[in-house]
């Protein structure tokens, strides 16, 4: 019996699935924002990528921001870290993901040495005593942080991966899925404990799938989060292989779960959920993260909106495009400018280091529109003040809007 023909949707009908997939479709609400919307978001995108840059807010509170507007951030820590309804792990990079999700990543907790990293594969070979004794600490006294341990540093340059010992067969255990983080310090430190006392007994007692089964429902959780996605979008969500990938979405398109599409302009075979929400228009108005999973795949971005971006936080100061810390600036249903942002705590002021609009766009439009969420951003953040350095195309119509209406903290 020959195949059915795929079906063929337009590009823009592809980006609105995409973003309604998302959850810009819908508005945001209007009262006051609570663990049921964060849960709901939470099992939407089904993965939140943690980052520790902290010069606007630390990434993982911005996906809510963006969907859900100026909601408190205490209420988000309360979610993870005292309800334990979502666990940290390396899914698409450190993510925290919804707890149900859990037996799904056992295969790759139980495959730590080929899916970790050097220095925990090392450590775990050369001195499983040390790491022993490391997880009977835990297990006899308690929550661990990394600089409880008596340990020093490597005397190598570089902060962020120059762990010491004791940091490494920590980070060895929680990638095992022996421990897991109870919580995040002030400082964004790793808090370590015995898996079976953070998450809930349900889910620690869960039986554990074949790993064909756990991947395929990793997939079948990307493609509804993407709405429609490439076979490398669907990978790319929990970091998958390509063999894995491949064989999990050929399964779900034969039991009806996943629907082969064409989408003008892509040039590559595509999978829509069947699901997925078909909105006529998006009326979005979002910041949105780096790292946030609308446009954390740079490909992904480029092909659905046109819309070339780059982290440049590694970029020499001279050789930047557009900022250190740049979001981009989603407005109906297209990214219409990038703003590079800086939380300046001390002064009280939501600092626009930069700003730039895409070609074609409406430019009084744009900044109007972009003024208003920079004030809610600056009221969310706690900060008195937007303010504009004047670089960028746009800084000059941003400017002319924003003095008329000066940010008040709620």
Not at 52 to 70: I, M
Not at 137 to 161: T, Y
Not at 203 to 220: C, G, I, K, N, Y
Not at 299 to 325: D, K, M, N, S
């Amino acid at each position: 019996m020959p195949a059915p023909t795929a079906e063929r949707l337009p590009a823009a009908l592809a980006r609105r699935i995409a973003l309604a997939a998302q959850g810009f479709a819908e508005p945001r609400p209007a009262g006051i924002v609570d663990s049921r919307q964060l849960r709901r978001t939470t099992e939407r995108l089904g993965v939140v990528q943690i980052d520790s840059v902290n010069v606007v807010s630390r990434s993982h509170y911005l996906p809510y921001f963006s969907r859900l507007g100026g909601y408190r951030r205490p209420v988000l820590d309360d979610f993870i870290g005292r309800r334990h309804e979502v666990f940290e792990f390396w899914a698409h990079e450190a993510s925290y993901l919804p707890v149900r999700l859990h037996p799904h990543l056992r295969w790759r907790m139980a495959a730590a040495e080929e899916q970790a990293w050097g220095s925990m594969v090392r450590i775990q070979r050369e001195r499983p005593g040390y790491v022993a004794e490391v997880l009977d600490r835990v297990r006899e006294s308690g929550p661990l942080k990394a600089s409880d341990l008596a340990e020093q540093r490597p005397d190598r340059p570089g902060q962020m991966w120059n762990w010491h010992a004791g940091k490494v067969a920590l980070e060895w255990l929680f990638y095992t899925g022996a421990l897991t983080a109870r919580a995040r310090t002030t400082s964004f430190e790793r808090v370590y404990d015995l898996t079976e006392r953070v998450l809930p007994a349900a889910v620690v007692q869960a039986p554990t799938p074949e790993p064909a089964d756990a991947v395929r429902e990793l997939v079948r959780t990307a493609a509804r989060a993407l709405g429609v996605a490439t076979e490398r979008d669907l990978r790319d969500y929990f970091r998958l292989r390509p063999a894995q990938a491949q064989q999990a979405i050929a399964e779900l398109e034969e039991a009806g779960e996943l629907a082969p599409v064409e989408v003008a302009g892509w040039g590559v075979p595509a999978w829509l959920d069947p699901a997925a929400r078909r909105p006529r228009w998006i009326r979005a108005r979002a910041l949105l993260s780096p790292f946030d999973s609308l446009v954390w795949e740079r490909p992904r971005v480029e092909r659905i909106f046109g819309f070339r971006y780059r982290l440049e936080i590694y970029t020499p100061a001279a050789q930047r495009v557009h900022g250190y810390y740049v979001l981009p600036f989603l407005l109906g249903d297209r990214l219409v400018a990038r703003a590079d942002l800086k939380a300046d705590r001390q002064a009280g002021v939501l600092r626009v280091q930069a700003v730039h609009a895409e070609e074609g766009v409406d430019r009084a439009e744009v900044a109007d529109a972009l003024a208003a969420e920079l004030r809610l951003a600056a009221s969310w953040l706690e900060l008195d003040d937007v303010a504009v350095a004047g670089r960028g195309d746009l800084a000059a119509d941003l400017t002319s809007v924003l003095p008329a209406r000066r940010t008040v903290v709620a």
